[in-house]
């Protein structure tokens, strides 16, 4: 594959590294980090920033896909950009959480679904075996744990500030919804200011198969264990741990499972995720029509910034958040769109009454019609608002992602 860099960050110098190491090409780079560069040209050629013709990439044919991540760019240039490349068909792969927001993970979603366009997100810890390990305990019975009633997850950070702990916890509740199943309800503990410490935050969950789950920034973790995942039965505990690592080495892997007094650790074969992430984009885009546009994986993104934006709501409003998990559609987007205009459309309305009452005293003195005309207006304007309630029944636009319907 011949594939472009649009912004760097740790994530993308990993999935480079593993792109150069299968015999892909990096073909096209842009918006380089500074503290990436060193790196990158060990694995580029021609190293050079091209950020300010980044819209060369939506020709097709130009690379095969385009690997994005943070760089320097701000978050609405960067969203406006995936929008772009999406709504063009361009095949990516994003580094998560590549936006802050879930407002554009919606839209971009939206966009996918109607180009039939390839979005894929990497997350290191989406594919590891584990997980699938994990869920058959949680799915399925086993004897010497029992019924088990809450997952429990530890996560050591140097950085505590907002966007290093959230950007930890995506990451980290993707696994988890892996384990546990779609999240219901968050209730957050933890500063409501963007500009504080969140080294004390704690996240209390509720999923559809466990009653109860527990993110935190902790350290009673073994000293050597940056994040650990630990099922919690009636008769004992499952612990998935992450262990730390060397600067050039991937994370090290490990369970523990203790049941009464017996302990056993056992080390985890785990490939490296760049290299899996890279493997299945090269698989998808090889694949053509729906099998390519089955492949994505942008809307398992979406549900995990969905949490976010709930934990965010939960620090604000200081209560538990719903999580309402939904895909944005055009006429999703339109009625939004027409209960905003209604409600300025009734505010509007206030006002005119206020004004016609007023005329309506000057009228009374002058002996004379001000405006006669006004009911007609006003008549006209709710009518054309109620007119534009059918625009999504007239206008039903084919999904690009389907393919053509067969002429008679």
């Given at each position: 594959m011949k594939l472009a860099i649009l912004g760097t960050d740790?994530?993308?110098?990993?999935?480079?590294?593993?792109?150069?190491?299968?015999?892909?090409?990096?073909?096209?780079?842009?918006?380089?980090?500074?503290?990436?560069?060193?790196?990158?040209?060990?694995?580029?050629?021609?190293?050079?920033?091209?950020?300010?013709?980044?819209?060369?990439?939506?020709?097709?044919?130009?690379?095969?896909?385009?690997?994005?991540?943070?760089?320097?760019?701000?978050?609405?240039?960067?969203?406006?950009?995936?929008?772009?490349?999406?709504?063009?068909?361009?095949?990516?792969?994003?580094?998560?959480?590549?936006?802050?927001?879930?407002?554009?993970?919606?839209?971009?979603?939206?966009?996918?679904?109607?180009?039939?366009?390839?979005?894929?997100h990497y997350n290191p810890l989406a594919n590891l075996p584990a997980v699938a390990q994990l869920a058959e305990l949680v799915h399925g019975e086993h004897a010497q744990l029992g019924e088990i009633h809450q997952l429990v997850c530890e996560r050591r950070l140097a950085d505590a500030s907002r966007a290093a702990v959230l950007a930890v916890f995506v990451r980290d509740i993707e696994l988890v919804a892996s384990v546990a199943g779609p999240i219901q309800r968050v209730s957050a503990i933890g500063p409501a200011s963007p500009a504080a410490s969140f080294a004390s935050l704690q996240v209390q969950m509720t999923s559809t198969t466990i009653p109860s789950l527990r993110w935190s920034v902790g350290t009673t973790m073994p000293p050597n264990a940056v994040a650990q995942f630990t099922l919690l039965g009636d008769h004992g505990s499952v612990a998935l741990r992450e262990l730390r690592a060397d600067?050039?080495?991937?994370?090290?892997?490990?369970?523990?499972?203790?049941?009464?007094?017996?302990?056993?650790?056992?080390?985890?074969?785990?490939?490296?995720?760049?290299?899996?992430?890279?493997?299945?984009?090269?698989?998808?885009?090889?694949?053509?029509?729906?099998?390519?546009?089955?492949?994505?994986?942008?809307?398992?993104?979406?549900?995990?910034?969905?949490?976010?934006?709930?934990v965010?709501?939960?620090?604000?409003?200081?209560?538990?958040?719903?999580?309402?998990?939904?895909?944005?559609?055009?006429?999703?987007?339109?009625?939004?769109?027409?209960?905003?205009?209604?409600?300025?459309?009734?505010?509007?309305?206030?006002?005119?009454?206020?004004?016609?009452?007023?005329?309506?005293g000057a009228e009374g003195i002058l002996q004379e019609k001000i405006a006669p005309s006004w009911p007609l207006l006003m008549l006209a304007g709710l009518a054309f608002f109620l007119l534009l309630q059918a625009v999504p029944f007239l206008v039903r636009k084919q999904d690009k992602s389907l393919p053509p319907r067969p002429e008679n």
């Open positions: 740790g994530g993308i110098v990993q999935l480079a590294a593993a792109a150069r190491e299968l015999g892909h090409e990096i073909a096209w780079t842009g918006d380089i980090r500074s503290q990436d560069a060193a790196i990158l040209r060990q694995l580029v050629a021609s190293l050079s920033d091209r950020a300010g013709e980044w819209e060369s990439l939506l020709d097709q044919g130009v690379v095969d896909a385009v690997l994005v991540g943070t760089g320097n760019a701000t978050n609405d240039q960067r969203a406006e950009q995936l929008k772009r490349l999406t709504a063009a068909a361009v095949p990516l792969l994003a580094v998560q959480p590549v936006l802050d927001s879930v407002l554009p993970y919606y839209e971009i979603d939206m966009t996918r679904r109607e180009t039939g366009a390839l979005v894929q600067a050039n080495a991937n994370s090290q892997w490990q369970i523990e499972t203790v049941f009464g007094d017996n302990q056993n650790v056992r080390p985890m074969e785990v490939k490296d995720p760049a290299t899996i992430a890279i493997e299945r984009l090269a698989a998808a885009v090889a694949a053509e029509g729906e099998r390519r546009t089955a492949l994505s994986t942008w809307a398992a993104a979406t549900r995990a910034m969905e949490v976010i934006d709930a965010e709501l939960s620090l604000q409003k200081g209560r538990t958040i719903e999580v309402f998990q939904q895909q944005l559609t055009e006429r999703l987007a339109f009625r939004g769109t027409m209960a905003a205009f209604g409600c300025g459309l009734l505010l509007l309305v206030f006002f005119a009454v206020l004004v016609v009452a007023v005329l309506g």
